[in-house]
């Protein structure tokens, strides 16, 4: 059949068994994937579509600058506050604010607490059950289970027999009254779960335990926000403002028993990071080491913008805690610097989305951004436009752009950030690696596997939560020092700006690399683009052939009962797909877009 | 015949009287008080835990996220005893066709005995494809279940009213549950806010199940348990409006003594939910509470009202008894500018519906 090589180095083969998995589920909105299997069911062609589409950006147009971040904060729901922390940043950077200090370690607060809360939310409820299998848990031993969860997780304190056996009685009984719910219609009988049953019923356990704790977590933004899920943000610093021990202090938005219980809440998602989701990732991994499929373009092609800034304003990769970098053609020895200004570096391609360019080959850096839908398939396809069979992959096959960093596909994420990290010799983050390669004692390269995704994000979420106090011990030492500003007003009525400016935010969102691109013409918005880390790694092909970091990770991977997509699911999870996001538009005219749509 | 709770329990050799003590554990559990375990006792004997299919449309999951982090009742026991939550795509363990054969299963099994829960909403330009379920318009899968449904329960302002993606110029005609065209005539229950909040979500569903009824609603739809009063009505910053005092700009004075956020665009006059009530995240507080001023994110069309940070005007005095089925067909208007307020006058404004919902 027929093979084509990819200039990234896959042979892709679309001969053998065509498998499709639509909806994927467990991941934030809609995706489908179809790959072909050869007689030894090894994965030999992937394609991966995002099936939904909004038009946010195009509704954007003409809204006013200040509004903006409500509006992309609805991009997604679960990385909720990313998109609204990169359009504040990306209207400031438009205008010219500066932020106080206070404003910047507030929201470095809310930013970790999102990290912190989406990656364990991620790994226990979007994650796990590719690992874990609930129904084995019900033949566990709870002493046993006891013992097993003292040994790897010495800190936890709910490990006793009898905790372990109420859990182990409630969920038998949810499995014998025959509603399975949520578990209904699992891969429970095949062959790619491995863990024995102690392992699965202390991890299941860590399910409902952690179902229970995620819902702490977000609180610190409730604080700070108001609400959670979509707290509230604001141009020119953040709108809580402090009164310590002032006139009316009482009822202020923050007060010294505020900070207390966002210290409390700190405290302890340290706690359960370190003690629980940490040593969960490691328990499980110990079991999984021998399957180290998945790695795609971690090893040879990640990008990171950098997050977190120490200091206020300056996001310069020195003062950015989050590292900045792209690496390429596997090279680790030498880390690029990323310009998100630079037409040359970020570029988006449509040949394969369901949009058109005037020139269909074209490449366009966000700030010129141009989409116009076009929803049409390749003659290849299986099925109907209403109803797809099989897609055709050679011709325009997803809601998702394509976008490339110098022409090359690059994954982000999580594991993309700890490479670069690593590769910069970010002393935290090469610690921790070190740490886990040597309990795991698997090498290095070992990284580079849908497994080192799932451990860079549970590495990264300890981090997270540790500066996550950094930036508390930080906000409280600069009130004591008194200062108590929130908030930067001069530039905030419209008045004052000028006729034509551009900015662009960026940020690491817990999926990856985020930027928001903005135009402002007369007050208000011209042009308003994003680019989100699930274009990255969801993304088709482009021009040129190459596949993006989510079909290359499925690449030869062994499928155990290829009708059974356990194995398909667990490594396009490690990437935690974020289909909301991927999935926009801009136009640098939106009435005509919206002439396109009304037919 | 369905194996119910209780039989399950009989069956693990649970007697019947720990069975009735473990009813009024669960009433406490729950939040109720032990009136009500002779009621969670009669459900847990006669009924199998009441299915609810919970399907995605163009929406952005903050509806599931606000579901999972309520404090009470909390999530997992919502899932693991309350309903049982056979198809939800965010969290369900199976995929492609085994999770669609989930839906058909259901509808074989429970016709007409299971509650579709509706979260976004589907886009009907280009034949419905700008959401695709299973390689088909989504619109074509809310209306089969829907068909099959006891009731639905249109979660968040996507289901609700449209929300963002239905804001202008709607490029994709996002349409909400009750307005797509040839949708099965079904009870629905609007439960609106970006998102709504949890322990309202919650409490909705344990509603239902606890008093085997749909809750009252108003004349657009909304439990009155939850909408029947302004923000604003019962909002702990009102005295403040009241005395005329206000946060002229963002982290001055007024700020800094919780004034009132009326003049940096505050919707709480305007805006029908439950936050200075309920409040949010087991009532840790809520938007006004944290400084910034309520954007209106369970009404209507909030998105094309006019700017966040723009004054509600043209106040009119109504009293805080008025619900929302009495005012709701007040027009108002809403600037940017400099405008006269009244002090000590209940306000209300209802702004005008812009009405392109297409």
Not at chain 1, 53 to 72: Q, S, Y
Not at chain 1, 150 to 175: A, C, E, M
Request: glycine residues 8%.
């Amino acid at each position: 059949m027929a093979t084509q090589q990819t200039p990234n180095g896959y042979t892709l083969d679309t001969g053998g068994k065509r498998i499709v998995v639509d909806p994927v589920t467990r991941i934030e909105g809609h995706m489908r994937c179809e790959v072909n299997v050869d007689e030894n069911n090894i994965i030999r062609n992937a394609v991966s579509t995002g099936t939904m589409w909004r038009g946010l950006e195009v509704i954007l147009k003409g809204r006013d600058p200040r509004d903006a971040w409500a509006f992309v904060q609805r991009i997604c729901g679960v990385c909720t506050g990313t998109h609204a922390l990169t359009s504040v940043r990306a209207v400031e950077d438009a205008l010219n604010i500066d932020i106080p200090e206070n404003a910047n370690s507030i929201r470095n607060i809310m930013q970790l607490s999102l990290q912190v809360h989406d990656h364990l939310v991620h790994f226990y409820h979007l994650h796990a059950l590719d690992w874990v299998n609930p129904v084995n848990a019900l033949k566990a031993d709870p002493k046993a289970t006891s013992e097993l969860q003292q040994k790897v997780s010495p800190h936890h304190p709910k490990s006793s027999p009898g905790y372990l056996r109420d859990v182990q009685t409630r969920i038998r009984k949810f499995v014998e009254s025959g509603q399975l719910g949520p578990f209904k219609n699992g891969y429970w009988t095949n062959p790619a779960y491995l863990l024995p049953p102690e392992a699965d019923l202390m991890a299941v356990t860590h399910y409902l335990e952690a179902l229970d704790f995620q819902k702490e977590i977000m609180t610190v933004r409730t604080i700070f926000g108001g609400k959670d899920t979509h707290p509230n943000w604001l141009v020119g610093g953040v709108p809580c403002a402090i009164n310590m021990d002032g006139d009316m202090a009482a009822g202020a938005p923050i007060t010294m028993e505020r900070l207390n219980y966002v210290r409390g809440v700190t405290q302890r998602c340290i706690d359960f990071c370190k003690n629980v989701y940490l040593p969960d990732i490691l328990a499980i991994g110990g079991f999984y080491k021998g399957w180290l499929y998945g790695g795609g373009l971690s090893g040879t092609s990640v990008l990171a913008y950098g997050d977190i800034p120490d200091r206020a304003n300056d996001y310069s990769a020195g003062n950015l805690m989050m590292p900045q970098g792209a690496i390429i053609n596997g090279d680790l020895s030498r880390v690029h610097e990323v310009d998100v200004r630079d037409p040359e570096q970020i570029q988006e391609f449509v040949p394969h989305s369901w949009y058109k360019y005037d020139d269909d080959k074209a490449g366009l850096h966000p700030w010129d951004g141009v989409t116009e839908a076009n929803y049409v398939h390749g003659p290849g396809l299986i099925g109907t436009k209403t109803n797809i069979k099989q897609l055709d992959e050679n011709g325009k096959y997803s809601w998702i752009k394509a976008p490339r960093w110098r022409g090359h596909a690059m994954e982000v994420g999580p594991l993309a950030r700890y490479v670069v990290g690593y590769a910069q010799g970010h002393e935290y983050w090469t610690d921790q690696i070190n740490s886990v390669l040597s309990t795991l004692d698997v090498p290095v390269d070992a990284l580079f596997s849908t497994l080192g995704r799932t451990a860079a994000r549970g590495m990264e979420a300890v981090w997270a939560a540790e500066v996550q106090m950094y930036f508390l011990d930080k906000l409280v030492a600069n009130i004591k020092n008194g200062d108590s500003s929130t908030a930067n007003t001069t530039s905030f009525d419209p008045k004052t700006w000028p006729a034509e400016v551009k900015g662009v935010g960026f940020t690491e969102a817990p999926r990856g690399a985020l930027g928001h691109w903005i135009r402002i013409k007369d007050t208000k918005i011209d042009n308003y683009q994003c680019v989100v880390p699930t274009t990255w790694n969801g993304s088709p092909r482009d021009n040129e052939g190459n596949i993006g970091a989510f079909e290359a990770s499925l690449m030869n991977t062994k499928m155990e009962v290829p009708e059974e997509p356990v194995e398909i699911l667990r490594t396009l999870h490690s990437f935690d797909p974020c289909l909301a996001c991927s999935t926009h538009v801009m136009s640098e005219d939106g009435e005509e877009l919206a002439d396109v749509k009304v037919r | 015949m369905h194996e119910t709770f209780y039989d399950v329990m009989r069956r693990q050799g649970i007697t019947r009287r720990s069975f009735l003590k473990y009813c009024s554990l669960a009433a406490g559990a729950l939040g109720l008080s032990p009136a009500f375990a002779p009621q969670i006792a009669e459900a847990m004997e006669t009924k199998p835990r009441i299915p609810v299919l919970w399907l995605h449309g163009l929406e952005c999951t903050c509806c599931s996220e606000s579901f999972i982090r309520s404090a009470h009742p909390l999530a997992k026991d919502v899932i693991l005893s309350m309903i049982s939550l056979d198809y939800d795509d965010t969290i369900m363990a199976a995929a492609g066709d085994q999770a669609e054969a989930i839906i058909e299963e259901t509808i074989k099994k429970y016709d007409g005995n299971f509650i579709l829960a509706v979260e976004g909403n589907a886009p009907l330009d280009e034949d419905g494809m700008y959401c695709i379920i299973a390689g088909k318009p989504f619109v074509e899968q809310l209306r089969h279940v829907a068909e099959h449904a006891k009731a639905i329960i249109s979660w968040g302002s996507c289901a609700s009213w449209g929300c963002v993606q239905a804001a202008r110029p709607n490029p994709t005609r996002a349409t909400p549950t009750h307005k797509v065209p040839n949708m099965p005539d079904k009870p629905i229950i609007k439960v609106p806010g970006c998102p709504p909040i949890s322990e309202v979500m919650t409490a909705v569903i344990t509603y239902m199940l606890t008093f085997e009824k749909m809750p009252s609603l108003d004349n657009q739809g909304r439990p009155k348990m939850f909408y029947s009063q302004r923000i604003h009505d019962k909002c702990y910053r009102r005295p403040h409006f009241d005395a005329g005092q206000f946060v002229e700009e963002f982290d001055d004075e007024g700020a800094k003594k919780g004034y009132c956020l009326y003049k940096v665009g505050c919707k709480g006059p305007t805006t029908y939910n439950a936050c200075s009530t309920v409040r949010w995240n087991g009532g840790l507080s809520f938007p006004i509470q944290a400084g910034h001023p309520c954007i209106g994110c369970s009404e209507d069309g909030f998105w094309d009202k006019g700017g966040f940070y723009d004054r509600l005007t043209d106040v009119k005095g109504f009293g805080i008894e008025a619900n929302a089925d009495e005012i709701g067909t007040t027009a108002a208007a809403i600037v940017g500018g400099a405008a006269a307020i009244h002090a000590g006058v209940s306000v209300v404004k209802r702004i005008a519906q812009k009405g392109d919902d297409a």
